[in-house]
Structure formats: C-alpha cells, structure tokens
C-alpha cells in the first residue's frame, strides 16, 4: 500500500511532468499519451489566458519566442494566486525579474507586458470602501480605486508589430474606469505623474500637501505650481480619477491626453 | 470496496429544507443563504426538487442573459437557480461586481470552486478558505461544491489532475475535507472528475468516491458528464457506475458536451452540445437516484443563449419525468 510520503511524491511528480514536457518521468499505469493529454491540456489553458492578457507582447515577440517565454513561466513560476484571472499580474512580476538582455530580448519587454496588465487591473479594482469624503473637508482628495499609474522608461504604448523603440523615453501612462466602468487611457506629464504618486502615497495629506510637497522637492514656489497644475487637476477630476464633493468638473484645457490605441 | 451505506441526509438543500442535518460536527451550519430569495415560480411539474434546471454564469455570457431577463424568455425557460465560479467574481469591481450582483439579486446560487485543491501534496490555503466563506455568505450560496482533485504542486496549475485512489489519498482527502467544512462552516460537496491517466491506483474510481464521502461525511456533486467520458476513456459501465454513487449524498447534478477524439477517447471540454449518451444517463441517474438540481456547464464555443436553454428544456423533460423532447426542439436560429 503506498504511504503518505510515496502519495506526496507522486503528486508532485506528475505536476513537474505537466509543467517540463522534457522530464521524462513515468508513472505506474500511465503511459506518455496519457501524460501528453494532461500537458497539453494544461499548457492551452495558460496559454489563453496569457494571449488574451498579453496580446502586443505575443505579437511583437512572435509564436516561437512568445511560447519559449510562457514555457520557462510555467516551469519555474509557482503561482501563488487561487484566482486564474489573476495569474497575469504574476507573469509580469516574474518578466520583470528576469534578465531580458542575458535571455536575448527587447529591454522594454516586462514594460510592455506591465502596461498590457494594467488594463486587467483596472478592470478587476474592487470598489473603494470608503466613499468620497464630503462636508467641509475640502483638504481630503479621493482617488479613483481602479488608478494603474506607471512612470516607464520606454514608450510601451506605441509598441507594436511594426514599431519598436530603440531608445528608451520617459513614459508616463495611467488607466482607470469610467462613471460607465469602461477602461480609459491617459498619458500624463512626469510632473503630473509625481504629484499623483505623492497623493497616492498619502492621501491624508491632500492635494494641497502633495503639491507643496512636490514644489519642496523641485525648489519652486507652490502656489506657483498649484496654478500651473489647475487645468491637469481639473481635467482629473472631469474624469472621475479624483473626486470630493467641492470640486465641480467642466474645466477648459486638457494636459492630459487619450492615448489613441489600447495597450 | 462495497457500496457506501445509507446516510441518513436530506436529499435537497434549499432555501427553507430542514436546519438540522447529522454533521459530525457540533456548531450550526448556516444552511440557508443568509438573505433567503424568493424562488421563481417553476412550470407545474410532480418533481419535489424546488429548482431543477440551473445554467453556469459565465462572462462571456452575461451581457446576452441580462438582455434576456430582460425582455424575458418567450416559448423558452428560464434557469431556475445559476452556479458561479467564486475565483471568476471573488473580490472584483466595476462591471465583474455589477454583472454578478445582478444575477445573484434574482436567483439562488450554487458556487462551484476551482482552486481548493482538496487534493493537493502541499498546504491547504486556508487564508483562500477564509475568502471563500466571505464570497459565500455574502451570495447567499445554497450548495457549494469543489472538484475531487488537485491543482497545485507548490503552485498553482489552475487546471485538474487525478489523486490517485489510493487509501493513502482517501486518508488525507478526507482530512482536508474536514478541515475545509469546519471552517467554512458548512458541509460540501465533492465532484467526480474527468480524469486521463491513474498512477497507481489501488481501487476503482466508484470505491475511491465512496470512500471520500463517506468518511469525511460530505456530499457529492455529480458529473453525469464526467461519468460518460471516464467510462469510455477507462472501459467501464457508466450506470453501474451512478447504481454505486450513494444516492443520498447526491447534492446536485452536472452535465455538459465534450469533444469526441476516437471511439476510446474524450476529452472533456465544456465546448459543445450536450450528447445523447449523456442525456440518456441523465434519465438513468434520474431514475435511479431520483430528481436532482443540474446545472448545465458551457465553458467555451458558446452558442446563442437560446441554444443553451432548448438544452434547459431537454434537461427539464428528464428531471420532471415529462415527455422528452428533442434539444433541437428549441427554437431554430434564423439564418439567412
Ligand atoms: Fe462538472
């Protein structure tokens, strides 16, 4: 009778033979066709998923490449996710762990990749618990939940099949969901895209504390900077990605732009 | 191993059956949903099954299903109770949240789980449970059920492998089994798996199953579908097979299509129209063990809604014991 080692053992072997289709393992009553039911099935399942989740990426790289990267994925990344949907998020962490240069791909690539996940991101964001902060409180700003903000050091956003950066470029590019919970895109201004990481890391302080903090660090007057920011605060509060219950959107002028492509 | 004994449990579960149940554990089990629903009047039928036909909610078919709720169903049924997914809605917003709340406002709900892992060679991840019972409570689920197998290694696979039907494995399946309903505070429900290969198994796969069940004292959830593809792909009699099942466990039904790749081969998809041979072990796990709820599962290739209910209606026949239409009885698609 097999013991609970013997049990632990064979389980995990036969999960390492559906992760490296080069291990040749065997199994007692299992012959290799059998065992290739199970890596394929396996393999098209994360497959999917990551072609769906990453589709510029896929292309860019092409089929051989593409398939080559998700294979070492899958062998070497033990997901910690119960949630499928989710393992995306776990496939750019780990890209962006490698060494692209030594593994003889694009620099921009775990960029790339990020900015293609974000849109998930977006997308799953659980509702905020608190709601917008209303009453007198004008100093408190509220932040859109669904925000992905990412300050890249490549244009990942007009990556594709037929272009690709060969310089790097500093690149600021966020996502949210609308009022309709749809996904929309902006590209921002590093300066913009300080002040936003500023309230995002202490929201407490308000827009006013992330602006003086902001005009600390660049050694300007900040009443200066506030008026020079208006029309981009403004504009983000026309979008819903700030909000409290003083600010009225139906301002002018936009700096922030719509990037025309989904990532 | 012989047959599972008779336990004596409730064969339904629904909103308002019985609160008192032999567990061998000694809280009290939340066996109504938290917020009980009123439930959709059901087409006269002599079945005591208070929801009979459910369908999967599925992403990729909300949006047309919601239309249709809308508009309502015309000569067609409507789904008596859904089944979800809790890993496909747990913890997300925007339209994830909103589509799933709708559904969930307006009917009973069964939860079918993914990534337990009841099988696993490695920890039980029983922070996931904790979420697990949030999503569960908070739908007000009637049956939750997870699948006989494993998923994960020191990671997640998101897909299933077989635990081999070994003693060894019906001790430690069960010894999680337990694990999960103490802390979810509820009994569940196990499925027959499809499965495509069997190291070393020391019994049948019907012996396996009740030994599962009955030592951990859980309840079954039954692939009929699942039975079909195992018994062409491993040579065995799929209604001796569901004659073993103990018939009082027996939480609720699957069914679903599958790909047929040769006379001794299955591949079980999801992906296509029920067939005939499982709609005939329908009528004979039906007759056998009596009217279950059933849920039909469609993962992928999806047709028009429409095509999925005139399976509803098929489904309906055979659990209601009333003449058996044909699943192309529903009403044709117009093409042009
Ligand atoms: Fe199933």
Redo the contacts between chains.
Sequence with gaps: ????Q???E???A???A??DPDLDTH?????PE??A??RE??WD??KA?LDSACPVARDVLGQDTWNMLLGRFWKE?????????R?PFEFADWIAGQNLEDGGLPLWLAELIRWEVAELG??????SKDAPPTGSDISATHIA??LQLHAFAWPVHRIGKNWQPSSPETTCLACY?TAE?DIAFMELTPLGTALLELLLAEPEAGLAGATRQLADAMGTDATALETSMAPFIDDLYERGVLGNTHRKGGMEHSPAIDTSENP | MARASAVALPDVSSPGDGLTRPLRYSYNLPLVPRAPRELPVTPASNTTVPHSIGLGLRRSLVEEWRDLEQQGYGNQPRPEFIEVTPENWMGLGGKFRRNLAYFTERYPVYAHGLSLSIGGPTELDMAFVDRLKTFLDDCGVIEFSEHLSYCTDHGHLYDLMPIPFTEAAVQRVCERILRVQDRLKRQIALENVSFYAMPAPEMTEAEFICAVLERADCKLLLDINNVWVNSVNHGYDPKAFIEAMPGARVAYQHIAGHLQISDRQIIDTHGTDVSDPVWDLLAHAQATLGPRPTVLERDGNFPPLSSLLGELAEMGHILNGTARGTPGDAPAEITV
Aim: charged fraction near 10%.
């Design positions: 009778m097999q013991s609970q013997e049990l632990q064979m389980q995990l036969f999960a390492a559906i992760r199994f007692p009553n299992v012959s059998q065992l039911v199970y099935l396996f399942n994360l998923l990344h033990p997901a910690s996710t119960p949630e499928y949907t393992m977006a997308m799953f964001a659980p509702e939940p669904s969901r919970l």
